[in-house]
């Protein structure tokens, strides 16, 4: 009737155990012990008693208990440094009975159920028990909604607080409490031939006095476990020295021998189906999530892993985020591929996934005639050499009469050519031809040319603009895009194709050829000799003087 949960790390008792007493010396023994409230067994009959490793204080214990959880009678516990030691409590007779075994792991239960209230409860007891003098300890109980979560479905109790949720259907009461147990006891601090101390495995540090068979660990406070074959352990570790009963595992003989997909007692718990490779821990269910699932907190492992990936990640952990899926939608939480594809028009996509870079090798820019996401459209025939923009279809350019996105606009009157990027100005205004730009009949006045698209320069100018000059022989006008003369003969002083350059040591300003006269180059051979002979006489005195 009850689930099997593993794992206690801590024992519910607090004041444990088989401890014997120290003589004039104080010595203090932390106990740590997690517990569960258990329904009452439908069967009271069945139940088998058994010995306790709780103390007789319990019952004084049990009042502080009953003021969190009112008239709770049974509770399931075990000790945190040892597993096998557990109890089936019953606080009403203080009697402890055998029991399946309750795996249960606070954390697990902290991480998958909702908590709803958490108390914690410091307090001193003076308790006269195996001759303890004082027992401290520190309490906490969490009040948790486990509604949904399979293994604690079987710890359901009722809860009779007055501020419980009437529409709750499930209510775990689970805490811990660690104590520090002061003893007086004669204690030996024998050391074995290895030179470790005695005090674990002998019931007074004694290495003589070994601890009885069926218990062991410090001060033989723990007992083995019920599945080790003839109910006998190691008197130091636990070990079961015969080995495992059938159906358990492990060296304690604490883990349930199960299929990989299923865990607990008898193993009647099925792994999520979210853990990797649907397997999990026998004895706790616990597994590493798949892809697309993660923890709810920040341990290694979880039980249930139903937590999906945050919006916009993906895989192991949900650690990858994902790329830029295509119309705003979200990867797959699994494998990271977008639904719709990548928002990425103009290139051709070789991943499932969109998150890459500009220099990844997944992908590849769209051939000059296709567009669009993962190049799957075509250019519009219509486009000049069917080339378009890659990423929306836009016609690069247009053949001569058309313009537009896809080119299918005739061009408005007054323009023509490629993308009508052409201007012809007719005379009248009439429209001239949308392919060539020829006129119908004349240019407007001061336009000239086969399109009507060049103004018209006054002889000696030419250019776009007219703003360009040309000296052609007897003034002749000269090409009208180029400037080129008529047989490329230039007026005197001017120079190259276009006669524009002006050519100063053929010709005087007046365009006439230059005369050198016998006075002018007399008086210009004198002046040289004279600036000569001063230059060369100056260096010579310098010099001179220089020596001195």
Request: with cysteine; net charge negative; aromatic share 10%.
């Amino acid at each position: 009737m009850c689930s099997y949960i593993n794992r206690m790390k801590r024992a519910l008792t607090c004041f444990l155990v088989t401890l014997f007493c120290i003589g004039g010396t104080q010595t203090y023994i932390m106990i740590s012990t997690n517990f569960v409230a258990m329904p009452t067994p439908q069967n009271m009959t069945s139940l088998r008693p058994t010995a306790c490793s709780v103390s007789g204080g319990f019952m004084k214990y049990s009042e502080t208990i009953n003021t969190f959880l009112p008239g709770q009678d049974f509770f399931y516990t075990q000790q945190d440094f040892d597993k096998t030691t557990k109890d089936f409590f019953r606080v009403s007779t203080a009697q402890c009975y055998q029991y399946p075994e309750i795996f249960f792991v606070l954390s697990t239960l902290l991480t998958e159920c909702r908590m709803i209230r958490k108390k914690s409860y410091d307090t001193k007891n003076d308790l006269a028990d195996r001759n303890a003098t004082n027992i401290y300890f520190w309490l906490r109980f969490y009040e948790m909604d486990c509604t949904g979560v399979p293994f604690a479905k079987h710890l359901c109790v009722t809860c009779k607080s007055k501020d419980c949720s009437a529409n709750v259907t499930c209510y775990v009461f689970a805490g811990e409490c660690t104590g520090s147990l002061e003893l007086n006891t004669n204690l030996i601090d024998d050391k074995d031939e290895n030179g470790k101390s005695c005090k674990r495995g002998s019931k007074d540090g004694n290495c003589t006095n070994i601890c009885d068979p069926g218990t062991y660990g410090l001060l033989c406070s723990s007992r083995c476990s019920r599945h080790c074959v003839d109910g006998e352990c190691h008197h130091r570790n636990g070990t079961c020295l015969q080995g495992c009963t059938s159906g358990w595992k492990g060296d304690k003989c604490t883990e349930p021998d199960c299929p990989p997909d299923k865990y607990g007692v008898n193993c009647n718990l099925t792994c999520s189906p979210n853990c990797w490779s649907d397997k999990c821990d026998s004895e706790d269910g616990t597994c590493v999530c798949g892809l697309g699932w993660q923890r709810k907190d920040s341990a290694s492992n979880d039980v249930l892993c139903n937590k999906p990936c945050e919006p916009g990640f993906y895989g192991y952990r949900c650690e990858e985020e994902c790329g830029d899926c295509l119309e705003g939608t979200v990867c797959l939480p699994v494998n990271g591929t977008c639904p719709k594809g990548c928002n990425e028009p103009g290139f051709r996509i070789y991943s499932d996934r969109c998150n890459y870079n500009q220099y990844d090798s997944y992908k590849s820019p769209c051939s000059y005639d296709e567009y669009g996401i993962n190049c799957e459209k075509t250019c519009s025939p219509t486009c000049l050499r069917n080339s378009c923009r890659n990423t929306d279809g836009r016609c690069r350019n247009c053949p001569a009469g058309l313009k537009g996105f896809n080119c299918t606009t005739e061009c408005s009157p007054g323009t023509f050519g490629e993308n009508c990027n052409g201007r012809c100005r007719c005379d009248g205004g009439s429209p001239c031809d949308p392919v060539s730009g020829r006129c119908p009949g004349e240019c407007e006045e001061g336009y000239e040319g086969e399109t009507c698209s060049m103004k018209k320069c006054e002889p000696g100018l030419y250019g776009d603009d007219c703003d360009k000059w040309c000296f052609c022989k007897d003034r002749k006008p000269c090409d009208r895009r180029y400037g080129y003369c008529p047989e490329k003969e230039c007026q005197k002083g001017w120079s190259l194709s276009s006669c524009d350059y002006r050519d100063t040591c053929l010709y005087t300003e007046t365009a006439g050829p230059i005369t050198w006269e016998p006075r002018s180059l007399g008086i210009g051979l004198a002046l040289g000799f004279v600036g000569t002979f001063f230059v060369t006489g100056c260096g010579a005195i310098y010099r001179k003087f220089e020596k001195m």
